[in-house]
Each structure stands twice: as C-alpha cells, then as structure tokens.
T-cell receptor
C-alpha cells in the first residue's frame, strides 16, 4: 500500500530564507508526483507536476525534484515571502489513473 | 473561466441525519473525484467518476456513503445516518481526462460538522 510522508510537519522562518520541504513515498511505481498549496478554508492549488520519467520541474521561485528510485521528492522555495505561508501537500498518482495519495502536508509560516 | 464549485460551503447537521453535498466541475472535464480531508491530514480518495459512471469507489468508507453523476457533469455525494466521525472537509476535483499528465483541479470544499 502506497504511503506518503512529509517532513517537517510545520516550519516557521523569517522572510528571505531559502526552504526545502521533503516528501517520501513507499512504492516507487508512480505515474507522477504533484505539489499542491492549500490556504486556510480554500481548496488545493496545483504548483508543480513531475512525470515519473522527469527529474525536476521549475516554476518561478519553486523547484521540485523527483528521485523515484529512492522514493523522494523535495520542494525548494527560493527567497521566501510572507505570501508563501500556507500548507504544502505532496501527492503521488499511483495504482491507477485516478487516485492521488497525499501526505499530511507541511504547514509553512513566513514572517516579516 | 469558472473553477470547481461546491455547495454548501459549510453544513452542520445532527447525528443520524441525511446530507447531500454538491460539486460542479469545470465545464468539459470528464473526470470527477471526491476526497475527504480530516483536520491535520491530507485528502483521502473516496470515489472517481469517468463520465456518468463510478469507475472506482474503493475509497468510500461504508455503505452509508453514495455518490452520483447522472448527466456526466454535476455530482452529489450523499451520506446517510451521519456519524460524528463523518465530520471533515469534503473536496471535489475534476480533470479534463484521467491521464498522468492532467492535473486535478480542486474546489474549495464543503466543511461538514456532525453534532
């Protein structure tokens, strides 16, 4: 059974720091891995999607890497800003073209 | 264009009652998904529709939960004889096609509280 773990569970940093959020999964047979952002009381917003054949994806200040063989992904946030404060969720598409399996998320707080 | 919408945004009900939660997917999206998110956890898959049919309902916790999508667009999640443990945020998502390249677009969720 696929399980997704995210470390750390919570993170509080001053503005301007570069951050690394970690995600691990137990079964390397995945189709893709996605990082989402969730703001309080709102739905999930997709940030980056990495296909199983890819090693990384970049969007602005965000960079996500995937090492499928070791079951790990990292989300790198450069020059963090208070507006980056949210919960970041990692999810893998595994076992079928439909079912996303999520980690519990990392709650990020960036203070001025 | 409009995103995925869900109604109501909040629902408070008493134990034992019946509730319906509605999802309007993005126009033209053939795939629709329901997830449930408990406090402090990531979303958990409930059911997936391709068109009008439920292609995978393996995540529904028991037979009190049922979902329909009669015309291949709007979906309703139905919960009978609600229990306090059903309290959670119910999220709906849709995608153009159920492929590995299409991301799922999520609605804002319905927060269900069972007293």
């Amino acid at each position: 059974k696929q399980e997704v773990t995210q470390i750390p569970a919570a993170l509080s940093v001053p503005e301007g720091e570069n951050l690394v959020l970690n995600c691990s999964f137990t079964d390397s047979a995945i189709y893709n891995l996605q990082w989402f952002r969730q703001d309080p009381g709102k739905g999930l917003t997709s940030l980056l999607l990495i296909q199983s054949s890819q090693r990384e994806q970049t969007s602005g200040r965000l960079n996500a890497s995937l090492d499928k063989s070791s079951g790990r992904s990292t989300l790198y946030i450069a020059a963090s800003q208070p507006g980056d404060s949210a919960t970041y969720l990692c999810a893998v598409l595994s076992g079928g073209y439909n079912k996303l399996i999520f980690g519990a998320g990392t709650r990020l707080a960036v203070h001025p | 264009g409009a995103g995925v919408s869900q109604t109501p945004s909040n629902k408070v009900t008493e134990k034992g009652k019946y509730v319906e939660l509605r999802c309007d997917p993005i126009s033209g999206h053939t795939a629709l998904y329901w997830y449930r998110q408990s406090l402090g956890q990531g979303p958990e898959f409930l059911i997936y529709f391709q068109g009008t049919g439920a292609a995978d309902d393996s995540g529904l916790p028991n037979d009190r939960f049922f979902a329909v999508r009669p015309e291949g667009s709007v979906s309703t999640l139905k919960i009978q004889r609600t229990e306090r443990g059903d309290s959670a945020v119910y999220l709906c998502a849709s995608s153009l096609m159920p492929t590995t390249t299409d991301t799922q677009y999520f609605g804002p969720g319905t927060r269900l509280t069972v007293l």
